[in-house]
């Protein structure tokens, strides 16, 4: 297979798709980049599938436009659109042998005997399963099963790329390492990704950048590390990854906790009903009167032992409660038990306030 970085644009705009009065997507507009590893992240129903089935053209919007390289799809249908698709249920042929199965799409697109046996062969070489193109579909693991997917999806060199939930019926370790040979392929090839999923941890390891959806609309689109760091709403904060929240004031340009002033930063979203955002690996144990943090007071409710970490929760009093998560064997000596009365310090750069939604 060529290592010319064939790939496209996608650039989404205003589509809607309503079934009856219900809007499976609300006026979505997002713009991909040429090569880049986008995931559609959201959970169950909240529109990830019909998007992706707007680009592969098995949904057609009510309204907007769907573009690949600046030119209009949304009435091209699905076999004119070059696209390698990978879904859970995508179901290989289970009367072909791999070498056949890979083979398909060539086929259809009418490669020679020859051209197709040379693809077929370094699409399988990719997903390290080029010893085994005799073996029938039955005699596969899931996981290999999953890789045959892949090649057969890559073998004819699409521009784009798209996987729904592709890894979902894996268990844990297969999944984890599908996931980094995924992003390797797609370095490799270079080819524009839409990559579907529902686990957070799965789209911060994979993507560029992510698409957080929920209810028919995209509410944040960023890198992992900006969607982490600087999730602009409350929802967004509590999808991906873990966080406490604690009610705040504004006023005088100044977030309160209570009557304290905090050392903060804004999100750049809406602030209706602020909460100041707290990340459990964020907070650490201080002396009282420690400079440079904002410091909250409480006592230790509970400790959760979770193999390389502990998990603390704190009670601030007021029915507030924030966790803290400190590694096993912290070279900073013990951890607090239950009882202990404890102060944590936050950074200020970690100090993010938010508001409830875009
Ligand atoms: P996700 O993939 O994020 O779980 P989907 O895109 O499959 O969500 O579905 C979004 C919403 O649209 C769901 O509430 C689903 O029930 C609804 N929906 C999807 N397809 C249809 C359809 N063909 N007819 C009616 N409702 C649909
Ligand atoms: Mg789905």
Request: aromatic share 6%; charged share 25%.
């Given at each position: 297979?060529?290592?010319?970085?064939?790939?496209?644009?996608?650039?989404?705009?205003?589509?809607?798709?309503?079934?009856?009065?219900?809007?499976?997507?609300?006026?979505?507009?997002?713009?991909?980049?040429?090569?880049?590893?986008?995931?559609?992240?959201?959970?169950?129903?909240?529109?990830?599938?019909?998007?992706?089935?707007?680009?592969?053209?098995?949904?057609?919007?009510?309204?907007?436009?769907?573009?690949?390289?600046?030119?209009?799809?949304?009435?091209?249908?699905?076999?004119?659109?070059?696209?390698?698709?990978?879904?859970?249920?995508?179901?290989?042929?289970?009367?072909?042998?791999?070498?056949?199965?890979?083979?398909?799409?060539?086929?259809?697109?009418?490669?020679?005997?020859?051209?197709?046996?040379?693809?077929?062969?370094?699409?399988?070489?990719?997903?390290?399963?080029?010893?085994?193109?005799?073996?029938?579909?039955?005699?596969?693991?899931?996981?290999?099963?999953?890789?045959?997917?892949?090649?057969?999806?890559?073998?004819?060199?699409?521009?784009?790329?798209?996987?729904?939930?592709?890894?979902?019926?894996?268990?844990?370790?297969?999944?984890?390492?599908?996931?980094?040979?995924?992003?390797?392929?797609?370095?490799?090839?270079?080819?524009?990704?839409?990559?579907?999923?529902?686990?957070?941890?799965?789209?911060?390891?994979?993507?560029?950048?992510?698409?957080?959806?929920?209810?028919?609309?995209?509410?944040?689109?960023?890198?992992?590390e900006n969607l982490y760091e600087r999730p602009a709403n409350r929802f967004i904060a509590e999808f991906v990854g873990e966080s406490s929240f604690l009610p705040v004031s504004l006023r005088e340009g100044k977030a309160w906790h209570r009557d304290q002033p905090l050392n903060a930063v804004f999100s750049n979203g809406k602030l209706g009903n602020p909460h100041l955002v707290i990340r459990p690996e964020k907070l650490q144990f201080v002396d009282e009167g420690a400079q440079g943090f904002n410091l909250f007071r409480g006592q230790v409710q509970d400790v959760i032992y979770q193999g390389e970490s502990q998990l603390l929760q704190i009670d601030l009093?007021?029915?507030?409660?924030?966790?803290?998560?400190?590694?096993?064997?912290?070279?900073?000596?013990?951890?607090?038990?239950?009882?202990?009365?404890?102060?944590?310090?936050?950074?200020?750069?970690?100090?993010?306030?938010?508001?409830?939604?875009?």
């Amino acid at each position: 297979m060529s290592d010319t970085k064939l790939s496209t644009s996608i650039d989404i705009e205003n589509v809607t798709k309503t079934y009856g009065s219900f809007a499976a997507l609300d006026n979505v507009s997002l713009n991909i980049r040429s090569g880049e590893f986008l995931s559609l992240l959201g959970s169950s129903g909240s529109g990830k599938t019909t998007l992706l089935m707007a680009l592969a053209g098995f949904v057609r919007p009510d309204a907007g436009s769907v573009r690949f390289g600046g030119r209009e799809m949304v009435f091209e249908p699905p076999h004119k659109r070059d696209l390698g698709m990978m879904f859970q249920n995508y179901a290989l042929f289970p009367h072909m042998n791999v070498f056949q199965n890979v083979a398909y799409p060539l086929k259809l697109r009418g490669y020679s005997r020859e051209e197709i046996r040379k693809r077929v062969g370094e699409a399988l070489a990719m997903v390290e399963l080029d010893k085994l193109v005799e073996r029938r579909i039955d005699e596969m693991s899931g996981g290999q099963r999953q890789r045959i997917a892949l090649a057969r999806a890559i073998v004819f060199e699409p521009k784009i790329l798209l996987m729904d939930e592709p890894l979902s019926a894996l268990d844990k370790r297969l999944r984890e390492t599908m996931q980094l040979e995924i992003r390797r392929l797609h370095e490799r090839l270079g080819m524009t990704v839409v990559y579907v999923t529902h686990d957070q941890r799965e789209a911060l390891t994979m993507s560029d950048r992510i698409a957080v959806m929920s209810q028919g609309r995209i509410q944040q689109v960023d890198t992992p590390e900006n969607l982490y760091e600087r999730p602009a709403n409350r929802f967004i904060a509590e999808f991906v990854g873990e966080s406490s929240f604690l009610p705040v004031s504004l006023r005088e340009g100044k977030a309160w906790h209570r009557d304290q002033p905090l050392n903060a930063v804004f999100s750049n979203g809406k602030l209706g009903n602020p909460h100041l955002v707290i990340r459990p690996e964020k907070l650490q144990f201080v002396d009282e009167g420690a400079q440079g943090f904002n410091l909250f007071r409480g006592q230790v409710q509970d400790v959760i032992y979770q193999g390389e970490s502990q998990l603390l929760q704190i009670d601030l009093g007021q029915g507030e409660q924030v966790s803290i998560r400190r590694p096993s064997r912290s070279s900073s000596g013990g951890l607090p038990s239950r009882g202990d009365a404890v102060v944590l310090g936050l950074h200020p750069q970690d100090c993010l306030i938010v508001g409830e939604s875009a």
